[in-house]
Nanobody, 128 residues
Framework: QVQLVESGGGLVQAGGSLRLSCAAF????????MGWFRQAPGNEREFVTY????????VYADSVKGRFTISRDNAKNTVYLQMNSLKPEDTAVYYC?????????????????????WGQGTQVTVSS
Protein backbone atom coordinates (compact mmCIF):
# COMPACT_ATOMS: atom_id res chain seq x y z
CA GLN A 1 0.00 0.00 0.00
CA VAL A 2 1.34 3.39 -1.00
CA GLN A 3 1.50 6.05 1.68
CA LEU A 4 2.65 9.64 1.54
CA VAL A 5 3.31 11.04 4.99
CA GLU A 6 3.73 14.77 5.49
CA SER A 7 5.43 16.31 8.50
CA GLY A 8 6.86 19.62 9.62
CA GLY A 9 3.74 21.72 9.85
CA GLY A 10 2.98 23.94 12.79
CA LEU A 11 2.38 27.46 14.05
CA VAL A 12 4.77 30.20 13.04
CA GLN A 13 4.76 33.98 13.10
CA ALA A 14 4.58 35.98 9.92
CA GLY A 15 8.01 36.28 8.37
CA GLY A 16 9.10 32.95 9.78
CA SER A 17 10.03 29.70 8.08
CA LEU A 18 8.95 26.09 8.06
CA ARG A 19 10.22 23.04 6.24
CA LEU A 20 7.71 20.39 5.26
CA SER A 21 8.71 16.84 4.43
CA CYS A 22 6.81 14.17 2.55
CA ALA A 23 8.07 10.63 2.86
CA ALA A 24 6.75 7.94 0.53
CA PHE A 25 6.25 4.35 1.60
CA UNK A 26 5.25 1.29 -0.36
CA UNK A 27 6.51 2.57 -3.70
CA UNK A 28 9.43 4.57 -4.99
CA UNK A 29 8.85 7.69 -7.11
CA UNK A 30 12.16 8.57 -8.79
CA UNK A 31 10.45 9.01 -12.16
CA UNK A 32 7.30 10.74 -10.98
CA UNK A 33 6.45 14.36 -10.50
CA MET A 34 5.94 15.31 -6.86
CA GLY A 35 3.78 18.23 -5.90
CA TRP A 36 2.54 20.29 -3.00
CA PHE A 37 -0.97 21.68 -2.78
CA ARG A 38 -2.75 23.52 -0.01
CA GLN A 39 -6.30 24.03 1.11
CA ALA A 40 -7.63 26.70 3.41
CA PRO A 41 -11.07 26.41 5.05
CA GLY A 42 -13.81 27.13 2.55
CA ASN A 43 -11.40 27.14 -0.38
CA GLU A 44 -10.58 24.65 -3.08
CA ARG A 45 -7.31 22.80 -3.04
CA GLU A 46 -4.78 25.00 -4.77
CA PHE A 47 -1.49 24.33 -6.45
CA VAL A 48 1.68 25.41 -4.67
CA THR A 49 4.58 23.78 -6.52
CA TYR A 50 5.79 20.66 -8.24
CA UNK A 51 9.11 19.12 -9.15
CA UNK A 52 9.46 16.84 -12.12
CA UNK A 53 11.53 13.67 -12.49
CA UNK A 54 13.95 15.08 -14.99
CA UNK A 55 16.10 18.18 -15.14
CA UNK A 56 13.30 20.66 -15.69
CA UNK A 57 13.08 23.46 -13.17
CA UNK A 58 10.38 23.26 -10.52
CA VAL A 59 7.17 25.16 -11.12
CA TYR A 60 5.68 27.49 -8.51
CA ALA A 61 2.44 29.29 -8.04
CA ASP A 62 2.87 33.05 -8.35
CA SER A 63 1.78 33.48 -4.74
CA VAL A 64 4.79 31.55 -3.40
CA LYS A 65 7.42 32.24 -6.03
CA GLY A 66 10.63 33.51 -4.45
CA ARG A 67 9.58 32.37 -0.98
CA PHE A 68 9.06 28.60 -1.27
CA THR A 69 11.51 26.01 -2.57
CA ILE A 70 10.71 22.42 -3.44
CA SER A 71 13.37 19.73 -3.53
CA ARG A 72 13.55 15.96 -3.61
CA ASP A 73 15.87 13.26 -2.35
CA ASN A 74 15.19 10.14 -4.38
CA ALA A 75 17.50 8.06 -2.21
CA LYS A 76 15.24 8.84 0.76
CA ASN A 77 12.06 8.77 -1.33
CA THR A 78 11.23 12.15 0.17
CA VAL A 79 10.24 15.55 -1.13
CA TYR A 80 10.64 18.77 0.82
CA LEU A 81 9.04 22.19 0.84
CA GLN A 82 11.09 25.00 2.36
CA MET A 83 8.81 27.91 3.16
CA ASN A 84 10.34 31.28 3.98
CA SER A 85 8.87 34.72 4.60
CA LEU A 86 5.59 33.14 5.55
CA LYS A 87 2.42 35.22 5.45
CA PRO A 88 -0.93 34.75 7.20
CA GLU A 89 -2.47 33.95 3.81
CA ASP A 90 -0.21 30.88 3.62
CA THR A 91 -2.27 29.33 6.41
CA ALA A 92 -3.73 26.05 5.13
CA VAL A 93 -3.47 22.31 5.21
CA TYR A 94 -0.57 21.34 2.96
CA TYR A 95 -0.79 18.15 0.95
CA CYS A 96 1.92 16.19 -0.79
CA UNK A 97 1.09 14.39 -4.03
CA UNK A 98 2.82 11.96 -6.38
CA UNK A 99 2.13 11.30 -10.01
CA UNK A 100 2.50 8.19 -12.11
CA UNK A 101 5.91 7.49 -13.67
CA UNK A 102 6.80 9.72 -16.63
CA UNK A 103 3.33 11.19 -16.54
CA UNK A 104 1.98 14.70 -16.53
CA UNK A 105 2.18 17.89 -18.49
CA UNK A 106 3.34 21.34 -17.43
CA UNK A 107 -0.25 22.48 -17.02
CA UNK A 108 -1.71 19.17 -15.86
CA UNK A 109 0.67 18.94 -12.94
CA UNK A 110 -0.67 22.21 -11.55
CA UNK A 111 -4.03 20.50 -11.05
CA UNK A 112 -4.98 17.92 -8.41
CA UNK A 113 -6.13 15.55 -11.17
CA UNK A 114 -2.54 15.28 -12.34
CA UNK A 115 -1.62 13.17 -9.33
CA UNK A 116 -2.46 9.63 -8.29
CA UNK A 117 -1.30 9.53 -4.69
CA TRP A 118 -1.96 11.92 -1.83
CA GLY A 119 -0.90 12.37 1.75
CA GLN A 120 -3.19 13.19 4.63
CA GLY A 121 -1.95 16.74 4.95
CA THR A 122 -0.17 18.81 7.56
CA GLN A 123 -1.49 22.04 9.06
CA VAL A 124 0.47 25.25 8.62
CA THR A 125 -0.73 28.27 10.57
CA VAL A 126 0.90 31.66 10.18
CA SER A 127 0.01 34.26 12.78
CA SER A 128 0.14 37.98 12.10
Amino acid sequence: QVQLVESGGGLVQAGGSLRLSCAAFGRRFPNSAMGWFRQAPGNEREFVTYISWGRASPVYADSVKGRFTISRDNAKNTVYLQMNSLKPEDTAVYYCAAGLPYSGTYYGLTKPDGYSYWGQGTQVTVSS
